[in-house]
């Protein structure tokens, strides 16, 4: 059964993500940080949700969607 994601989790994922300066570098990091977490590989968003928050705690909840 695939891994849910809470909210508190996706934002603490979000931010660390967008810490990193280069945003081409935001999707290894990303991919890295889930790795880590357990979580299982998707594809990667697009760098527009890679440059926002939001958009990119919406990405994470969408795609790790509680059960």
Do not use: C
């Not at 990091?29 to 977490?37: I, M, W």
């Amino acid at each position: 059964m695939p891994k849910t994601m809470s909210k508190t989790l996706a934002s603490e994922i979000a931010a660390r993500t967008l810490a990193i300066t280069n945003p081409q570098n935001r999707a290894i990091a990303l991919k890295d940080t889930l790795r880590r977490h357990g979580f299982d590989a998707v594809p990667a968003p697009d760098l527009d949700t890679l440059l926002s928050q939001p958009l990119l705690v919406d990405w994470l909840k969408q795609s790790y969607p509680p059960r």
